[in-house]
């Protein structure tokens, strides 16, 4: 157990479907993040937010549309998904004023689209 | 452009010794973090390096030298637990982290 809880944690869509991804943490950390993790890849930094305002955008596709509402919560909007956008995306949260930069990850939802 | 490099897998022998070696070239430096990665898990922070040497933990040591690019992270009397996904991260200048494909560790029996 991290403190960093993601749901659902497998989803399976059609490249039509429209579906959310949601991470929550527990850690009382004021910066979140969005990876996209693939296969023998490194992992791939898509978003960041800090203290609930989105700092850094990837040059992410538009079909994935982020969201935090407070500094607890993130969510990852899909729509209109290709094949290659299948995998694991993982949500991490981090504390700002530490040093270290230690992320706290999320177990991942495991993402195919079909 | 930036770049880390680690071998893609490894095999080791329960109770033996392995070291898992990690080179970056980056934009500055400003840490160099080693994350395990259990299968279907979240990844979790084993070490952080900014200083030139050896840290300790328990079983598991990360050594850096910045002058070559260079890190490992040694992880001694092996268990079957051990067997997992090992990323190597290197913070830039910018505090961005970089990250390696993964060093994936089978240990056998």
């Known amino acids: 157990e991290t403190g960093v809880t993601q749901t659902p944690r497998h989803l399976v869509m059609g490249m039509t479907n429209k579906k959310s991804l949601k991470c929550e943490q527990h850690?009382?950390?004021?910066?979140m993040y969005w990876y996209k993790q693939s296969a023998k890849k490194p992992l791939e930094l898509m978003f960041v937010y800090s203290l609930e305002e989105r700092v850094e955008n990837n040059s992410v596709p538009s079909r994935f549309s982020p969201e935090c509402p407070n500094s607890s919560h993130l969510f990852l909007h899909l729509h209109t998904l290709q094949p290659e956008d299948s995998a694991l995306y993982l949500c991490?949260?981090?504390?700002?004023?530490?040093?270290?930069?230690?992320?706290?990850f999320g177990e991942g939802s495991r993402l195919t689209v079909l | 452009g930036q770049n880390i490099d680690q071998p893609t897998e490894m095999t080791a022998t329960e109770g033996a010794i392995v070291q898992i070696n990690c080179t970056y070239q980056?934009?500055?430096?400003?840490?160099l973090f080693w994350y395990q990665q259990h299968a279907g898990e979240a990844p979790t922070f084993l070490s952080y390096?900014?200083l030139d040497g050896l840290e300790e933990k328990g079983r598991f040591s990360s050594f850096l030298s910045r002058s070559k690019g260079y890190s490992y992270l040694l992880l001694k009397e092996l268990q079957m637990k051990d067997s997992a996904s090992y990323l190597c991260?290197?913070?830039?200048?910018?505090?961005?982290?970089?990250w390696g494909a993964g060093t994936k560790l089978i240990i056998k029996p």
């Open positions: 850690l009382g950390h004021n910066a």
């Open positions: 991260a290197v913070m830039d200048s910018n505090y961005q982290l970089i």
């Open positions: 980056t934009s500055g430096f400003n840490g």
């Open positions: 991490a949260s981090s504390q700002v004023s530490d040093n270290t930069g230690e992320l706290f």
């Open positions: 390096n900014v």
